[in-house]
């Protein structure tokens, strides 16, 4: 029976010591989509992603993967996923096409395919000049590409791709993010893990992690839609002045500047939130244009992993 | 079929790394030539020459001809006389001379007295090897050709069958086999495995369809080869340079290196599931190594020493390798004559193996 969801968790968690770097998490991946999964680090992003692959053994709860038991089934599973690790994992004192070499064989990819699949790789991630290359010579975004194109050489079901872009310039990772969404059209889950809010926007649905606890998950739209928070744009000349003026003010949630803007988050249960940043700004003196606007992912992100006593404030 | 592809591919991959890691290459050829001419020529364990202050008070005719007979033996060297036995005292002290020889007053009258010695040994017993050798001096018969009675001395002659000449690297070598094979393959085992773990290739390789066994067993093949060429290498060398003899089968000889790599293969494997880093893996290795070369025999004669060391000793696979090695090549023994050898190499192999394979997972925790 094959399952609508190519990743179902229940309650996973797991401990090291007295540290709980996942706790009860649930996750439903639908297959075809990009999951995103964000959060600082030290939030459980890799712990999960290994614990999904069979690398880590669960302390509490069940884990399917492809219609897999993880980690019981893990052998089963291995054929079926690519992982790309965080760290550059290849061979660095081989060549480019030795590594796709060696990984198409560690697959027992079909032999009489294995050059044309190797070429066709190189084509399409762009490494056609690197072939001959030793694979710990080449740049970051070179390294990114060589990565991937491992991970998807053996045309797995489902890609587990654990913070890829952390080591690449901006315009290797939206070329990276084409790559990513041609593979979804054809069908590839892909689960990610970022600390880039511009990544988790691109995602078909994501979820919120914070210390080890899922926080928030669903479409992007559906998460900027329910904050409870109202978002309040400032904008100032003097943007430290008005900040000094709103930091500590009652029923301000949260206060961060971007630039000369500053975005405040106040509970959805205040009534007139326009007015509340009016007076504290006018009683310091300090002249603004205030006006509401609707949440970005970032506001999401500040809204869902704040304490409960400043949410409330 | 599948499994046999992916252990092959694990060990091309493992042979084109060797091939382009060009210090690791050079130490497979490296570490066994450079041994054997260190041990070969400067371990030299059948003493001559040893320092010698005399402090002849007698000055006798009978007196002058035992020194001279003392030096012909030429085991001393006599480099110095002084006049009193405090003063060769202070010569042994500061390490100037190795033996103090002193030849009393009444030297004449004593050599006829058998109650009495006749001479007085000083020796530096800070060396054992020459605390032995200046005990088998006390043997030296004093014959004189004086109208005195001749002094009867049993003295026990040795024949040292197998190595007549008592040349020390006929019983080095064979003994070095076994020290450079454990150091060569327990080290580049381990540190190939806990190198691949630091640069975190391991995360990738156990997130594939290879197995913990073609994993392990796919990075051990080629050091295999690796032993039997060191091998051939000693085995060469010690003929060209030392005239070692080989007197058994060289077969027999590959065999018993073939289940003595497999211990030490084992091992290197056992360090790898332990240490984290390539360092610790060398610390450990030279862990193994130091006992390896002080309780296996290779220096020091197993049956001198103590109980216990002994049974530490028997625990070192090298230790069984080298009454292997000793019976083939010097004594021509025939390897099933040397069968419960063999048999330990295969129950610390298999004891070893067990330990790696209950420790290796495919998991990070």
């Known amino acids: 029976m094959t399952s609508h969801f190519a990743i179902e968790a229940r309650g996973l968690s797991k401990h090291f010591g007295d540290l709980k770097a996942v706790s009860g998490l649930d996750l439903d991946v639908p297959r075809g989509e990009i999951y995103g999964f964000l959060g600082p680090n030290g939030s459980g992003k890799s712990t999960t992603i290994r614990m999904l692959c069979g690398l880590l053994t669960p302390t509490e709860g069940t884990a399917t993967v492809l219609d897999t038991v993880v980690p019981g089934d893990a052998r089963r599973l291995k054929p079926k996923i690519g992982y790309m690790t965080q760290k550059f994992s290849l061979f660095g004192d081989m060549t480019v096409t030795e590594n796709l070499q060696f990984i198409a064989e560690i697959y027992s990819y079909d032999r009489s395919g294995r050059t044309a699949r190797i070429s066709e790789l190189l084509e399409k991630y762009d490494l056609i000049a690197q072939a001959r290359q030793l694979a710990g010579t080449m740049s970051g975004g070179q390294k990114q590409r060589l990565a991937l194109a491992c991970s998807v050489l053996h045309h797995p079901e489902l890609l587990l791709l ?52 899922k926080v928030a998950d669903g479409t ?66 300090v002249k603004a244009d205030v006006h509401q606007t609707a949440a970005s992912l970032e506001d999401v992100f500040v809204a869902v992993t704040m304490p409960p006593e400043e949410r409330a404030a | 079929m599948k499994s046999h592809s992916r252990l092959l591919a694990i060990t091309k991959k493992e042979v084109r790394q060797l091939r382009r890691d060009r210090l690791t290459f050079g130490m497979i050829v490296g570490i066994p030539v450079i041994q054997m001419l260190l041990f070969g020529f400067a371990i030299n364990m059948d003493v001559r020459n040893l320092r010698t202050a005399v402090a002849d008070q ?20 006599i480099v110095e006389y002084v006049d009193t036995p405090s003063e060769l005292n202070e010569r042994l002290r500061i390490g100037a001379v190795s033996v103090g020889v002193v030849i009393p007053a009444d030297f004449d009258r004593r050599v006829i007295d058998p109650a009495r010695p006749a001479i007085h040994l000083l020796v530096d017993g800070s060396d054992p090897t020459i605390a032995n050798i200046a005990i088998q001096l006390r043997n030296m018969p004093i014959a004189f050709d004086t109208g005195a009675r001749q002094t009867r001395v049993n003295n026990i002659e040795v024949r040292p069958n197998y190595n007549p000449e008592r040349r020390t690297p006929v019983n080095v070598i064979p003994g070095l086999m076994g020290i450079i094979l454990t150091l060569t393959m327990m080290m580049f085992t381990a540190v190939a495995i806990v190198r691949e773990r630091e640069r975190g290739n391991l995360e990738l390789l156990i997130n594939t369809p290879v197995s913990s066994a073609e994993l392990m067993i796919g990075k051990v093949i080629p050091y295999i080869v690796i032993g039997m060429i060191q091998l051939a290498l000693i085995l060469f060398v010690g003929d060209a340079l030392f005239q070692v003899p080989m007197r058994g089968s060289v077969v027999d000889l590959y065999l018993a290196s073939g289940a003595f790599i497999a211990a030490n293969l084992a091992l290197g494997l056992v360090i790898s599931t332990v240490a984290r880093t390539q360092f610790q893996a060398m610390q450990m290795t030279f862990f193994v190594l130091m006992p390896s070369i002080l309780l296996s025999g290779f220096v020091f004669p197993f049956d001198g020493m103590p109980r216990f060391a002994q049974y530490l000793g028997e625990i070192l696979p090298v230790t069984h390798f080298i009454r292997l090695t000793r019976g083939i090549m010097l004594r021509d023994a025939a390897l099933a004559e040397l069968y419960p050898e063999l048999i330990a190499l295969g129950i610390f192999t298999v004891i070893a193996m067990t330990m790696a394979a209950l420790r290796f997972t495919k998991r990070l925790d």
């Open chain 2, 58 to 77: 007698a000055n006798t005719h009978l007196s002058r001809e035992f020194i001279t007979k003392l030096r012909e033996t030429q085991v001393v060297d």
């Open chain 1, 162 to 213: 654990d913070e890829p872009t952390s080591a690449v310039d901006p315009q290797s990772r939206r070329d990276f993010w084409a790559n990513l969404f041609r593979l979804a059209e054809a069908g590839t889950t892909i689960m990610v893990s970022t600390h880039y809010m511009d990544e988790a926007e691109r995602c078909h649905r994501l979820a919120i992690l914070d210390r080890g606890v």
């Open chain 1, 220 to 285: 992007p739209r559906e998460l900027q839609s329910s904050t409870g928070m109202h978002i309040i744009e400032v904008t100032a000349d003097d943007p430290y002045h008005a900040q000094e003026a709103l930091d500590h003010g009652k029923h301000i949630a949260s206060v961060t500047q971007l630039g000369v803007r500053l975005r405040v988050l106040i509970s959805e249960t205040v009534s007139d939130p326009l007015a509340v940043v009016e007076n504290l700004l006018g009683s310091h003196g």
